[in-house]
């Protein structure tokens, strides 16, 4: 996953043509592991035949960005859980989809 970071500051961000801290304009393109933490989840059933997860996620690298959680029930996910990315899932193609990791990694920070 692309992100930006800015070059005055450091702090980082997504999709982002000003940074949200000092407003600068010099935002250097990084690229992220895709691992994070579930800060926020819900269950949402609109637009689809069944219920899925959407959850805000923040990334190891800072950013806030919101996407969808496999691997479990919908309303199994949830706040604190560890997540990476699904391997095969294309963030360019517009929807990032994450997936949790082991259950032992649980109680990790």
């Known amino acids: 996953m692309i992100h930006q970071r800015c070059r005055w500051c450091g702090t980082t961000s997504f999709r982002r043509l000003l940074c949200p801290v000092c407003a600068a304009s010099d935002l250097e393109t990084v690229r992220s592991d895709g691992r994070g933490v579930v800060i ?3 269950v949402v059933h609109r637009h689809r035949g069944v219920a899925h997860n959407e959850s805000l996620v923040r990334f190891d690298e ?3 960005f919101r996407c969808r959680v496999v691997g479990s029930a ?3 996910v949830w706040v604190g859980a560890r997540v990476r990315p699904l ?3 294309d963030p360019l193609s517009g929807e990032l989809v994450l997936k949790l990791c082991e259950t032992d990694q649980r109680t990790d920070s």
């Open 87 to 89: 391997p095969g899932s």
């Open 74 to 76: 919908p309303h199994m």
């Open 40 to 42: 926020e989840s819900h």
């Open 62 to 64: 800072g950013f806030v």
